[in-house]
């Protein structure tokens, strides 16, 4: 089990029984991390980066204590979200989703409030603001919706405005983002989601971009280490497929018991195929499952 963070006699971590954060007193050292919302990619992140650090601390903060025993087994100090650690970060990554917040851009700031402007902070975010819906092709630089277009979009957007502005106002080279599309592993993703239902009401020609969990983890931790300034990188395997090549794929690796018997709509917005290009030549990134295809051991 993970050493647990060191607090004044006065005080613990996370809440107290009336409610308040309080405040923890704890050495922050210049590679240590701090996840704010560490799921399966913050893991991910976590382990990686401890390879890259061995002596580092890494901090998770979470909404509720549900999981803190998993983390500390982890070797991640955990703690409830508004915590104070008495010192700010050089390395932050926020992994936390839209779905358990009312004001996304919110947790985003706070989240940024523990940065020290001297190493990176990286936003994970999605594809989904980009302005194309026809499976066209999206890169890094493709525009993205309007403001007030979606309340979808807009929460991503007004969160990612906050990561900007953040950049210009703590530092001029030392702020990023990162998009991702369809995250996977053999059992966990939209697919197994999928098999689970059996039928699902959505068109089966809509274009997915898909990156392994392991591969959006590596990518996140080279970013970090790359250090760019304001920056969108994206995340992907460049091999998009439709819904229904997922699916063929997954009958043809045999590595499932279950039948999924199909997609019913054939209406509904398509998707776009991502190519992140420029993001691997700048970062100098190649992902270890080049694609779905690749990763299940069968050929399109």
Known sequence: MATPIQASS???IGETS????????????????LIVGPGVLGRLVAEQWRQEHPECQIFGQTVTANHHDELEKLGIKPSL???????????????????QSADYAGEVRNAASNWNGEGSF???????PYDCFDNGECNEDSPVVPLGKSPRTDVLLKAEKVVLEWFVLVSSSLSIMFLLN??????????TYWLSKGTVDARPDHILNLIHYEDAASLAVAIMKKKPGGRIFLGCDNHPLSRQEVVDL????????????????????LGKKLNNSKT???I???PKYPSFAQFLGVSM
């Not at 104070?84 to 779905?99: D, H, L, M, N, T």
């Not at 990286?122 to 989904?128: E, I, K, R, V, Y």
């Open 10 to 12: 006065s005080s613990t």
């Open 18 to 33: 009336d409610g308040l954060k309080v405040q923890s007193h704890v050495s922050i050292g210049a590679n240590d991390l």
């Open 81 to 99: 979200k508004g915590t104070e650690y008495g010192g700010k970060f050089s390395y932050v990554i926020f992994c936390a989703p839209p779905s």
């Open 122 to 128: 990286l936003f994970t975010s999605s594809s989904a």
């Open 182 to 191: 369809f995250v996977y592993t053999e059992t966990r993703g939209a697919h």
């Open 250 to 269: 997954m009958d043809q690796s045999g590595k499932y018991d279950k039948k999924f018997e199909g997609f019913t709509s054939t209406s509904g917005p």
């Open 280 to 282: 691997r030549a700048e």
């Open 284 to 286: 100098g990134w190649e």
